[in-house]
Every structure is written in C-alpha cells, then in structure tokens.
C-alpha cells in the first residue's frame, strides 16, 4: 500500500470466489497449497481456473518433496498438510479444468528429470 498498490488481507478461497469469471491476469503462491487439506486445495485450483482469463497464469511454488532432504525439512512446519508432489500438482491442475500444466524449478538446471531429485521446490 506504501508504494501504491491495492492490496488486502483475505482467505484465499472467499477472495477467489468473490471475483468475477475471467477477470484475473495471474495468480502467485508462494509456500501456499501445501498447508491445504486436500478439499480445499482442489477448490483452489478450480476457483483459481474460473478466475483467470483466458491465457491467464496460475504460479504455485510448494516445497518439491522428491529430495530426501526438502521431504524431511517439509515436516518441521507443523502447519504443512501434506507434500504435493509435482506430478500430483500438474494432475490437479488438469482436473481442475486447466489445459496445460509445467513444472518448473526456479534454482534448477533446467533439466526436469535431473532437477526433480534435488532442486528443493517448484
């Protein structure tokens, strides 16, 4: 707000269903869907698909629990419901009416097989 933008403070899924059909650009998470029940992460995703406009974004960076140690230090947070694996994530994203998902690690070589054993999130 300091520096002029709107924001504000709101659930996630209330605020997604308050907005209008296709009114949303993109939408970013950040250490977000793996603190949702699993109930609740699927009503995520199909708000976030009603939201978004056509060629709309949805960004959701998780913990990525294919390395032994991202999978252990996932648990230190009491909070964390439950790791979602990256092929679950782009399954869910597919059952949630979108038409394409990717995985992508941002600290990774770029090489998916190789990154999904070490790059610590997606």
């Given at each position: 707000r300091e520096k002029g933008h709107a924001?504000?403070?709101?659930?996630?899924?209330?605020?997604?269903?308050?907005?209008?059909?296709?009114?949303?650009?993109?939408?970013?998470s950040a250490q977000v869907i793996e603190h949702l029940p699993p109930r609740d992460l699927t009503r995520l995703l199909e708000l976030a698909h009603r939201a978004l406009r056509p060629g709309g974004v949805l960004i959701a960076e998780t913990v990525n629990p294919h390395p032994i140690g991202s999978f252990k230090a996932f648990?230190?947070?009491?909070?964390?419901?439950?790791?979602?694996?990256?092929?679950?994530?782009?399954?869910l994203c597919g059952?949630?009416?979108?038409?394409?998902?990717?995985?992508?690690?941002?600290?990774?070589?770029?090489?998916?097989?190789?990154?999904?054993?070490?790059a610590g999130e997606y």
């Open positions: 924001a504000e403070k709101a659930d996630a899924l209330e605020w997604l269903a308050a907005q209008a059909e296709g009114s949303i650009g993109a939408i970013f648990w230190v947070d009491l909070t964390h419901t439950s790791p979602i694996f990256p092929e679950v994530a782009v399954a059952l949630a009416g979108f038409s394409s998902a990717e995985v992508v690690f941002p600290v990774g070589t770029g090489r998916l097989e190789e990154d999904r054993w070490v």
